[in-house]
């Protein structure tokens, strides 16, 4: 599918005239950081030390959920019951600990190209993540300069309902002040592109890891791309190029 395709099929399913963004809502582990390696060590490890069976890559299906909700999910599994909520706290903290011992991660390749085209199309950019740990957050003023001030940031901490709800999109949009006709957002997570399209915003679906382009499209992607690179090569399509309207 080309940008020009998925746009108008955008247009038509919304019933609108124009295409015209006016904000991105952007994704943090896995679409800004290559950091769902990591992430996926540090979840097994954590539960492996309290004795829940679990298989490292099944995390990355559960990317883009709350860590509450992930501990949730594998408590269920294990025992039929959530976990409570101090011990919810204290475990998420501990994979937090876990995590930042972790080598450094790298911001994901063409990413810092992605924003920086954002940002010289005077396009808001707003972070939505369901991460509340700032061994990353903490760095996204130095690798994304200008990008994502404190302002205009939807963490974990900041919503009721994670993805895929679309709650954490709402939220960033109504950070930046747009309607979702308005808003593209990227995500590289099934759990993370279903929320996103719930919203309502144009979604761009990215392949980063090991999930399959298929199940972004599934999810509900309006396009998805096979890397960051690749978005980055064409983001300017989605920026009110030529003025769309059908
Ligand atoms: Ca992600």
């Known amino acids: 599918m080309t ?23 952007i994704d943090m582990d896995g679409t800004l950081y290559d950091s769902m ?4 060590d540090a979840w097994h490890r954590m539960m492996s030390e309290i004795g829940i069976d679990c298989d490292r890559d099944e995390f990355f299906m ?27 706290k204290e475990l998420y903290r501990r994979k937090t600990v876990l995590f930042s011992e972790m080598p450094p991660v790298a911001p994901m390749k063409g990413a810092g190209r992605m924003v920086k085209s954002l940002l010289d199309r005077h396009i808001a950019t707003v972070l939505v993540t369901g991460s509340g740990q700032n061994t990353l957050i903490s760095r996204l003023d130095t690798d994304f300069p200008g990008a994502f001030p404190s302002g205009m940031r939807v963490t974990g901490h900041d919503v009721t309902k994670g993805k895929p709800h679309p709650e ?29 399209a719930a919203s ?14 298929q199940a972004l499209w599934d999810a509900g992607a309006d396009i998805v791309y096979p890397s960051m690179d690749a978005l980055a090569d064409n983001i300017d399509k989605f920026i009110n190029p030529f003025n769309m309207s059908i």
């Open 62 to 88: 559960y990317e883009g959920r709350t860590g509450v909700d992930t501990i949730n999910l594998l408590f269920r599994r294990a025992y039929g019951h959530d976990a409570s909520p101090e011990e919810a």
């Open 168 to 196: 954490p999109f709402l939220k960033g949009m109504s950070l930046a002040g747009v309607h979702p006709e308005n808003a593209i957002a990227i995500d590289n997570a099934p759990i993370g592109v279903m929320a996103a």
């Open 3 to 25: 940008e020009q395709e998925a746009i108008i099929n955008y247009m038509t399913r919304n019933e609108l005239m124009s295409f015209a963004p006016t904000a991105a809502l």
């Open 200 to 213: 309502g915003a144009f979604t761009i679906g990215v392949k980063t890891g090991p999930i399959p382009e």
């Open 37 to 40: 390696g990591h992430h996926a």
